[in-house]
Structures are given as structure tokens and as C-alpha cells.
């Protein structure tokens, strides 16, 4: 992809996950079925794509129509879970490149056209900060079968370790997560497996999810800081 058409994608990905994670409540999550919901979500996410593009209201009008598109493949098509939330959020990245390789000079052309090359490695690290932070506690939650439990014991520290492995990999050392990985879990060994069962933990699960997902938010953000 072109220069140009990676800062659109990258904008437009901006105001997907402003859209998705800082001005979509649980309550619209659960009540995604209803019609004044699911429009409601979409009209935040037309707001947050022309705030962060900066115009162009076709290339908008665009991707907000795939975002309704697959939040409705998602509802009413894909079991919940972790595997659909992912393949949703994977689903909305590639929607949005297609959508910027498509239309290239629609930030270019915008309102914040002219800002300095310079704030690009800023933005993508403000995305990889909300793929880490939000869109990781949502996954691990789901991955354990316990959707939006509040202020369970070990989010905090999901949330620290995924934000180290995107300073790792921003700073070139994300070769080096597997090894937070193993001394997180030796620190932990009794924590392992059930002392009555035997069987692998959450804590184990959780763990192994939460830096997967920190490795992929960290890949996807250096994509878009390297590139640019």
C-alpha cells in the first residue's frame, strides 16, 4: 500500500476502535440486536471515522456500511465467543484496508491533510494502546467464558503485560515476550494446574491468551509504524 493510502487506513482504524471501545458501552454490546442499538453504533462509528479522517463523506458512508454488515454476520450468523470476536475484529481491519486501498487520498484530501509526517508513529501507537488495553480485556474475558466480569482478580495485570509487549515491540524486542510469558508462568507454578483435577488453569488459559493477543495487536502496530 501507498503512503497515502496507509494514513487513510490507519485514521479510518483509529475511528473504528474509538468507535468500538471508548464510546460503545456493555449495554449496547448486549443489546446489539435491537435496531436502535445496533444504529446508534453505527452512527458513533460514521461520527468517529469523519472526526479522524477528516472528511470525505463517501469513503465513510463506506465503512460504516461494512461495519454494520459484519456486526450483523456477527449477531446473527457466528456463535459468540473468541473465535467470532476475533474473526470480527480481523474482519473490520480488512474491510478498512480495502476501503483505504481503494481510496487512497481520502485523508490526503481532508481537513488533516497537511499534518506533519511525524505524528503517524503516534497514532499507530495510540491504536496499539486501545488493541492491547480494551480490545485484550474483552478477548480474555471471552476466551475464559466470563464476558465483562468486573474487577476480577489478574485483569490489571493482563492489561500491564500486554502494554509491555507493545513497549518491547515498538522498542524492537518482541522476540522477547515469550520469555515474560515463561517467567510470568514459573513466578506462578502453583497456579498451574487444579490441584484436584489436574487439569490447566485459567490462570494458564488467560495468560496464554493475553500475550497472544498482545503479540498480534503489537504486529498490527508496527505494520502501520513501519510502513509509514
Known amino acids: 500500500m501507498s503512503d497515502a493510502a496507509l494514513q487513510t487506513a490507519l485514521a479510518l482504524y483509529l475511528g473504528h476502535l474509538l468507535a468500538d471501545y471508548v464510546f460503545q458501552t456493555d449495554a449496547m454490546v448486549a443489546y446489539k ?38 456486526d450483523l454476520a456477527k449477531i446473527h450468523l457466528v456463535r459468540g465467543g473468541f473465535g467470532s470476536y476475533t474473526v470480527d475484529q480481523i474482519a473490520h481491519l480488512l474491510s ?6 481503494t481510496f487512497p487520498l481520502a485523508f490526503e484530501t481532508g481537513i488533516w491533510g497537511q ?32 464476558p465483562h466480569r468486573p474487577h476480577r482478580s489478574g485483569q490489571l495485570v ?40 489436574g487439569k490447566i488453569t485459567n490462570f494458564v488459559r488467560g495468560s496464554l491468551v493475553s500475550f497472544s493477543w498482545g503479540i498480534g495487536a503489537t504486529l498490527v502496530t508496527l505494520y502501520f509504524r513501519n510502513n509509514l
Open 158 to 197: 493482563g492489561i500491564t503485560e500486554r502494554l509491555a509487549i507493545l513497549v518491547l515491540g515498538l522498542e524492537g524486542w518482541l522476540i522477547a515476550a515469550p520469555v515474560l510469558l515463561i517467567i510470568k508462568l514459573t513466578a506462578n507454578n502453583n497456579r498451574l494446574r487444579d490441584a484436584t483435577t
Open 33 to 70: 440486536k435491537d435496531a436502535k442499538v445496533i444504529g446508534t453504533h453505527i452512527g458513533i462509528v460514521a461520527l468517529c471515522s469523519l472526526a479522524t479522517l477528516g472528511g470525505s463523506l463517501l469513503v465513510v458512508l463506506i465503512v460504516s456500511v461494512l461495519h454494520l454488515l459484519i
Open 115 to 146: 499534518l506533519p509526517d511525524f505524528i503517524w508513529p503516534w497514532v499507530a501507537a495510540t491504536c496499539g494502546i486501545f488493541l492491547t488495553t480494551f480490545a485484550g480485556y474483552y478477548g480474555v474475558d471471552l476466551a475464559l467464558n466470563k
Open 96 to 101: 478498512i484496508l480495502f476501503v483505504a486501498s
